[in-house]
């Protein structure tokens, strides 16, 4: 079966498709798990020539998705339980399923002129439900999901911070979907976030500032509480930027102004909110070093965003 033969057939299939159904999830779930067992297993396929397959799939299914306008985080939570599902019986590492089918999927999300930042919260949702029962953890597969979203956004030109704030929020609601502890999904992915921002030279100001106005967007979804979030995902995002030598004073004061803003969007205490996020992230600056405390507690230091910062210290 040919490249082009691959694509086309994906393509047709998924109009047909989505045009006969509402359930645009589960419809592409199905068509393309079944699609890319059918192709395996008729071509014994593995290897290289299994991931040319996975990403063929994709390719036509996303320009299927395109022809027919359906919408596109729903069709790309679809698409990435279907790949996942569709090829665990020729591969045991799924992680790595995951990373090449959010990057092609992105990639030519970009080239059809789709929502990147919704196709990026779709693509992290469907990589949390696909786990669910598989021996891949399912925080380590919402890393690699958000990972290879903000590397594969950046490198089409896209905006990081609007990626990171979807992707938080589809994360937090596709774990309660699966019924997982949303809290601590939320912290491990901004974390994710982070490292991939640093990684790829992205703006860490304004994606940090978006992970968290995601964090509390999400937190609110799903129910969590909203300071314990903020001061979780605070410390995550401040050990990440360590892990990856960003600049800790940044992270730190974008922060406390995602927290400034998210807490306004969902109508919480603004102050209550800029000073979780700044002890949050002092806390984990201390644990990392005192000079790295320092930093980060001169980077909350005063008025954020028209807040007056309050910084609860010491710890015991």
Known sequence: MSEKSIIVKAKESVVETIQGTGDVTNALLNLVSGTLLTALKGTKAVGTEAGSLLKDTIIGSVKGISEVGAEAGSAAKGVIVGAVQGT???????????????????????????????????????????????????????????????????????????????????????????????????????????????????????????????????????GEKAMDTVSGTASSMIKATAQVGGDLGTTAKSSVEGAIEGAKSIGVDTAEAASAAATGAFKAAGEISSSAGEQVRNAVTGTISGVKVVLKEPFK
Request: no cysteine; glycine share 14%; hydrophobic share 45%.
């Open 88 to 222: 665990k019986e020729v591969t045991s590492d799924t992680l790595e399923t995951i990373g090449v089918s959010i990057s092609t999927l992105i990639k030519t999300t970009s080239e059809v002129g789709g929502d990147l930042a919704q196709t990026a919260k779709g693509a992290v949702e469907g990589a949390i439900v696909a786990t669910k029962d598989l021996t891949t953890g399912m925080t380590d597969a919402a890393a690699q999901a958000v990972t290879a979203a903000i590397k594969g956004v950046n490198s089409v030109g896209g905006e990081l911070a609007s990626t990171a704030k979807a992707t938080i929020i589809g994360a937090a609601q596709a774990t309660q979907e699966i019924g997982g502890k949303a809290m601590e999904t939320i912290s491990h992915t901004a974390g994710a976030v982070i490292k991939a921002t640093v990684e790829v030279g992205g703006d860490l100001a304004s994606t940090a500032k978006g992970t968290m106005v995601g964090a509390l967007e999400g937190a609110k979804e799903v």
